[in-house]
């Protein structure tokens, strides 16, 4: 009975103790808290990048599974005009069967040499069904200044900084000079209907998007295109999707290229590494952390010890004053850690809102990444590092626990 007595306080004992020594409490629940917020607010902020990436990457050049004519992705760099799909209406309805399959749109990538004003530079036409782009290139949303192109008109969509360097607005007329695809040279005079903000550098530079019509004119390509990009249900199952694609599709629709977006090129791959150096830098952190608690729990229990000893001498067990100092440590870690999580996840969502602009770097960066990140804050994530805070905590004292309770009382009573 007495056995079961002297555990029934030990909780609201470490909770009061906890209380008492409010300067040392706080100081040791200021460091978790810090400790916290930061891994809530760098995990949200680093998740919030890569979704940005992956969802610009795969809406602007990958889809999640993307097909092209055989031998494209080998001169891929030229951006082949030969290399294309012919009639890509039956292709369209094959591929739109699959029940995976969220959405096909077909596409056309060219490099181009457009006349402007005062100069000429190479760019790059992307011919775009506009209305079935809305969710996915987003067109109407890159508008700047000015308007979308008509669909059945020779009009255009540039670039913000294409047209600054072309010297034209909107309103005036370029000349697109390109290879068609019979490999011979094809011309189209468009009028500048609108200027295009994208956000992503290297497209604001040298994006000229076209209706599909228009850039069909300009290849000679009447009812093709060079890619078909999918969009699957599940993102995850891309692989699985570009699978069963080529397998069903076969030959039965001319030789194809059938490659998932981790197919494409090294970015998927990438944000697979960044999710491993993200829990690594949270090691990291945590461990800087834990050094801390570690040391300041160190100072607290040896400037109590004769406190301890008193307890020890009027009968409490070793094993009852260690977890009496680990339950302490829990407490002041368990407040700390909240502190922590609730000012973390006030700036993760506000910033989600409000997003942290990176115009000027993103200006010097050759990736499909927006000037606006928002973080992608989740209350999953956040708990946990709450939780994680509190028994990293727990864990850290036990050193310094142990270490005063094999002090003989006596001993720790005479010093």
């Known amino acids: 009975m007495s056995r079961a007595r002297s555990r029934i306080p030990l909780v609201r004992l470490a909770a009061r103790n906890a209380l008492r020594h409010t300067r040392r409490s706080?100081?040791?629940?200021?460091?978790?808290?810090?400790?916290?917020?930061?891994?809530v607010f760098f995990q949200s902020y680093i998740r919030g990048v890569v979704d940005d990436l992956l969802d610009t990457y795969a809406r602007t050049e990958s889809g999640h599974v993307r097909i092209r004519r055989e031998g494209y992705a080998a001169r891929e760099h030229f951006l082949p005009a030969h290399l294309n799909l012919r009639d890509v209406t039956e292709l369209v309805s094959e591929v739109a069967r699959d029940p995976e399959v969220r959405d096909v749109v077909p596409r056309?990538?060219?490099?181009?040499?457009?006349?402007?004003?005062?100069?000429?530079?190479?760019?790059?036409?992307?011919?775009?069904?506009?209305?079935?782009e809305a969710g996915y290139l987003r067109p109407a949303g890159m508008v700047a200044a000015g308007r979308l192109p008509a669909p059945d008109r020779a009009e255009a969509l540039v670039g913000e900084r294409f047209a600054e360097k072309l010297m034209v607005g909107v309103g005036d007329s370029l000349t697109l000079l390109s290879q068609t695809a019979y490999r011979s040279l094809g011309g189209l005079r468009v009028e500048v209907a609108g200027i295009a903000r994208t956000g992503v550098s290297?497209?604001?530079?040298?994006?000229?998007?076209?209706?599909?019509?228009q850039a069909q004119v300009l290849l000679d390509l009447?009812?093709?295109?060079?890619?078909l990009v999918v969009f699957a249900r599940e993102p995850e199952g891309a692989d699985s999707?570009?699978?069963?694609?080529?397998?069903?599709?076969?030959?039965?629709?001319?030789p194809l290229e059938i490659r998932s977006w981790r197919e494409q090129g090294p970015l998927v791959h990438l944000t697979d590494l960044i999710g491993v150096m993200i829990g690594a830098v949270m090691l990291l952190l945590f461990g800087m952390a834990s050094l801390v608690i570690v040391n300041t729990m160190l100072m607290t229990v040896l400037e109590r010890k004769r406190e301890y000893a008193t307890q020890a001498a009027l009968g409490m067990r070793r094993g009852d004053l260690v977890r009496?100092?680990?339950?302490?440590?829990?407490?002041?870690?368990?407040?700390?850690?909240?502190a922590g999580a609730v000012a973390g996840s006030a700036v993760a969502?506000?910033?989600?809102?409000?997003?942290?602009?990176?115009?000027?770097?993103?200006?010097?960066?050759?990736?499909?990444f927006e000037s606006i990140?928002?973080?992608?804050?989740?209350?999953g994530p956040a708990l946990g590092m709450a939780l994680a805070g509190m028994v990293v905590a727990g864990i850290a004292a036990v050193v310094p626990a142990w270490r005063v309770a094999r002090q003989p009382p006596a001993e720790a009573l005479r010093g």
Do not use: C, K
Not at 115 to 120: E, I, P, Y
Not at 363 to 368: A, D, G, H, K, V
């Open 108 to 132: 056309i990538r060219a490099f181009v040499l457009v006349d402007g004003a005062a100069s000429n530079r190479p760019g790059l036409v992307l011919g775009v069904d506009l209305a079935r």
């Open 26 to 39: 706080a100081l040791t629940a200021a460091a978790i808290a810090v400790a916290v917020m930061a891994l």
């Open 202 to 213: 290297y497209l604001d530079a040298s994006l000229v998007v076209l209706p599909l019509g």
């Open 349 to 368: 969502l506000w910033l989600e809102r409000v997003g942290l602009d990176f115009t000027s770097a993103s200006r010097t960066l050759e990736l499909p």
């Open 241 to 254: 999707l570009a699978a069963a694609l080529g397998a069903r599709l076969g030959s039965r629709m001319g």
């Open 373 to 379: 990140v928002h973080p992608d804050w989740r209350l």
């Open 324 to 338: 009496q100092v680990v339950m302490e440590a829990a407490v002041i870690g368990l407040a700390g850690a909240l």
């Open 222 to 227: 009447e009812g093709g295109a060079t890619e």
